[in-house]
Structure formats: structure tokens, C-alpha cells
């Protein structure tokens, strides 16, 4: 396994437990969105990572604060070093999905693979429609936050699901909440992205209306 030694060149909170660094490398070898990359600090075990960054860009992460990696990997200040993989996986096949409407199902910090096709559709010029929902614990939870409000005023369809009721906010399931509105249907691309009992159950909602499989994107 080749390893590459990065620097944090930015750290901000991103949510609660949640830490956005940006390193000091662009990796030519990433591009398509949903790729990720394994780190490690020190010793420990490395961790994979979704690349929250878009191609071509420094090198950003989304990391939680829980476990030994997340922990050590939250609390990094601005010139510590990582070590990093090349980026790994083929990410999200997007072309299968070429001219259908896009609908995407993320849920917490799977929001680090979303991102990135989100920009990709904005810097298109959203050729076409693009529903994103975010389901996540609660309000503070949810990460880049602050980018949420200019995805929308671009034209995305931005849906934010909390699992607690809260008021001002839907609550339940991404999927759920995508069948009450009508993108549960065969004849739109779905990318999914999020815990596995999630992906798994929308799969099954869309296989169930007799959507392509081909259609219903994951980056595994």
C-alpha cells in the first residue's frame, strides 16, 4: 500500500462531533465523486473516508469524533501530518444515470460523498433535477451546514429529514420522505449514501416500482 504523508492545512467544527480538514494535496488520481481514501495517524489502524472535496481540489474530509481514529483524527491541529492513501474505489457510476432526474439519498456523515456530486450538478448548470435529502439526528448534527442555503438558492431541491421531531424541520426517513413526494419511481437515477439499513431499504422501495437497477448508484 502506497502512503502519502498530507498536512492539515484547515480544521473547522462542521456539527456536533464533527471536524471538516482540509490537507495540503490534490490527488491526481481522484475523479469521480464517491471515492475515498484510507488515513491514519500515528500507529492506529487506518480509517476510510469518503473525499468531500470535488476532483481537482485540496484534499477535504469529514470526520466524527468517536472511536480511536475518529478521535484522533478530530482533535489534528492546522500543520500536523497524516498519512493518507491515493484515492480508492471507482465512486458514484453517474453516467448510468445520464439524463434522468437525480435524486439523492444521504444520511449523517454520508453527506462527504454527497457533496461532491452535488457541486458537479451546480457547475453544470443543473441540466437537470436534483432532490437531495439529508437525514440526520438532529439540527446539530448536520455538516457544512452554512453550503446547505446556496444549494438551494442553485436550484437543488434540499430536504433535511431529522430522525427527533423538531419544529421548522420534517422528521422520520430519507426514503420515506422521498416516497410522501413522489421520487420514488422508475424513471429517476438515485445515488445512496448512508448507513447500510437505509441504502438497502430504499433499494428495495425503488426495486419495488420497477426502477433499473443500474439506476439505484452506490460507491462500493
Known sequence: MEWITARIAKRSPSGTQLVALELDHVPADYVNPGQFLQVTVGDLKPAYYALASSPGEPILLLVKNDGPMGSALANVQVGDSVRITPPIGKGFPLAQVDGLDL??????????????????????????????????????????????????????????????????????????????????????????????????????????????????????
Open 103 to 220: 435524486v439523492i439519498l444521504c444520511n449523517g456523515s454520508g453527506i462527504s460523498a454527497a457533496r461532491p456530486v452535488i457541486r458537479s450538478e451546480i457547475a453544470r448548470g443543473l441540466p437537470r433535477k436534483v432532490t437531495f435529502y439529508l437525514g440526520v439526528l438532529s439540527e446539530d448534527r448536520i455538516a457544512f451546514a452554512e453550503e446547505l442555503a446556496g444549494w438551494r438558492t442553485a436550484g437543488v431541491d434540499v430536504q433535511v429529514i431529522l430522525q427527533l421531531p423538531t419544529p421548522g424541520f420534517r422528521d422520520g426517513f430519507v426514503q420515506g420522505a422521498a416516497a410522501i413526494d413522489g421520487w420514488v419511481r422508475p424513471d429517476v437515477g438515485v445515488v445512496l449514501v448512508g448507513v447500510p439499513q437505509m441504502i438497502e431499504q430504499a433499494r428495495a422501495l425503488y426495486l419495488s416500482v420497477g426502477a433499473n437497477a443500474e439506476h439505484l448508484l452506490v460507491n462500493f
